[in-house]
């Protein structure tokens, strides 16, 4: 593929870019540039893996740059160096506005993480599916283990006891009493119960005690708030009285 160029240029075209991939390990461009380029970086790569002076000189009379051969000698021949070949990765990203080229990224495969750890994840979950064998209908029921009957425990005859009935008669008589007993046990209305000499208990004459403090200290503090204010009022007084024989004596020596 020509690329539109003539030879000298269409050389110095892929120089760059191979050293412009080298040093950045990700480079976007047109489709076919980067068919055209793969072609070209890939057999350098290979030639990086043996890292000899005769080698050296060889990648430098394509790349030109010296900065790209020692990358491509120090780091990615050692990257690269257990995979037999495919070093790059083209991914298609759609077209160009101007001139509807087709655009894509073209890469080095050794260096896209994420892209790494998505091939071993998928290579972690195979597994070899076979041909299930199903067992046959009695099998299975063979294999099931058989419920063992619970035993119900009937109640013993000896260990419940029978209460014993009580007699309707006895009852009656005990809950009926005889209209005198009635009487004798209610109150007369003349009759007031009996004084009881029972002596007030502690605890009402604490909170007596209690009230009555509290209402004395409330009548000290008021007591104390009078005395405060006729206090106050006699300062004013006397700075007043103050005040005016310095105005007399002021008006005096005019």
Do not use: W
Not at 123 to 134: D, E, I, P, V, W
Not at 176 to 182: G, L, Q
Not at 203 to 228: N, P, R, Y
Request: charged share 40%.
């Amino acid at each position: 593929n020509s690329l539109g160029r003539k030879s000298a240029h269409r050389k110095e075209t892929l120089s760059s870019l191979a050293t412009a991939l080298i040093l950045h390990k990700r480079i976007n461009t047109t489709v076919t540039k980067a068919k055209a380029l793969r072609t070209y970086v890939e057999p350098l790569i290979t030639k990086s893996k043996e890292d000899s002076t005769h080698s050296r000189r060889t990648v430098f009379s394509y790349l030109k740059n010296k900065y790209a051969v020692s990358e491509l000698f120090r780091e990615i021949s050692l990257k690269v160096a257990d995979r037999p070949g495919g070093y790059t990765r083209i991914l298609k990203t759609g077209f160009r506005k101007g001139d509807g080229a087709e655009m894509c990224f073209i890469e080095l495969v050794d260096y896209n993480t994420t892209m790494l750890k998505t091939e071993e994840d998928t290579q972690q979950k195979r597994t070899r599916r076979g041909r299930s064998r199903r067992k046959p209908a009695s099998e299975e029921v063979a294999e099931q283990p058989q419920q063992k009957p619970v035993a119900v425990s009937e109640p013993d005859d000896e260990a419940v006891v029978a209460e014993p009935v009580e007699k309707p008669e006895e009852n009656a008589a005990e809950a009926t009493d005889t209209p005198e007993e009635v009487a004798a046990e209610t109150p007369k209305p003349d009759q007031q119960p009996e004084e009881t000499g029972a002596e007030e208990t502690p605890a009402a004459s604490v909170a007596e005690e209690a009230a009555e403090e509290k209402k004395e200290a409330v009548a000290e503090k008021q007591e104390e708030e009078v005395a405060e204010a006729k206090e106050e009022k006699k300062d004013e007084e006397d700075v007043a009285e103050a005040d005016d024989k310095k105005d007399d004596e002021k008006s005096s020596e005019k």
